[in-house]
T-cell receptor, first 115, second 109 residues
Framework: DAGITQSPRHKVTETGTPVTLRCHQT?????MYWYRQDPGHGLRLIHYSYGVKDTDKGEVSDGYSVSRSKTEDFLLTLESATSSQTSVYFC??????????????FGPGTRLTVL | RKEVEQDPGPFNVPEGATVAFNCTYSNSASQSFFWYRQDCRKEPKLLMSVYSSGNEDGRFTAQLNRASQYISLLIRDSKLSDSATYLC??????????FGQGTRLTINP
């Protein structure tokens, strides 16, 4: 398995506060992703990165920003958290290049509660 | 309409039974297809890719019907350890995936 860690693993915060989630990988994978998972919706892509400083929006990007200054780190920021952003957040990576398209490796997830 | 639709279940079947899940996708330009498995409160992991010719991995068989835009997963001789949520996943290229909401399976002793 790819070495992917997420921090924090659990967080409770209040509406209106900024929150940053960190994803760290040790596999030198080119692609990194942030998803959220909610009951009835499955996994939905928030933002993704296809290289250092190269990022793009996913299907549910409103209220979120990302940064990738190093290959191994991908940060997700909620500028002003809202209760609708209470969710489980998963980071994932993919090798890219000629690797199997569709094989993504997931971190353990971060449970975020916004009160 | 969701891009990938699955029956959320739950499916409760006895150990040793055969169980099948279907999934439909709406984008005919979809290129690659997969099943991921997610255990309770864990991260998803790739179970198997799905090829047009169908493919088998031990007790698991995956089928793709491009004309009808559906994907299936068959599990034979189910084990207690097969209890999980099975996610149908579609790729439209560029290393981006679209996930179904998952089908929850419980195997009963």
């Amino acid at each position: 398995d790819a070495g992917i860690t997420q921090s924090p693993r659990h967080k409770v915060t209040e509406t209106g506060t900024p929150v940053t989630l960190r994803c760290h990988q040790t596999e030198n994978h080119r692609y990194m992703y942030w998803y959220r998972q909610d009951p009835g919706h499955g996994l939905r892509l928030i933002h993704y990165s296809y290289g250092v400083k190269d990022t793009d929006k996913g299907e549910v990007s409103d209220g979120y920003s990302v940064s990738r200054s190093k290959t191994e780190d991908f940060l997700l920021t909620l500028e002003s958290a809202t209760s609708s952003q209470t969710s489980v957040y998963f980071c994932a990576t993919a090798k890219g290049g000629t690797s199997v398209v569709g094989e993504q490796f997931f971190g353990p997830g971060t449970r975020l509660t916004v009160l | 309409r969701k891009e990938v639709e699955q029956d959320p279940g739950p499916f409760n079947v006895p150990e040793g039974a055969t169980v099948a899940f279907n999934c439909t996708y709406s984008n005919s330009a979809s290129q690659s297809f997969f099943w991921y498995r997610q255990d309770c409160r864990k991260e998803p992991k790739l179970l198997m890719s799905v090829y047009s010719s169908g493919n088998e991995d031990g007790r698991f068989t995956a089928q793709l019907n491009r004309a009808s835009q559906y994907i299936s997963l068959l599990i034979r001789d189910s084990k207690l350890s097969d209890s999980a949520t099975y996610l149908c996943v579609v790729s439209q290229g560029a290393q981006k995936l679209v996930f179904g909401q998952g089908t929850r399976l419980t195997i009963n002793p």
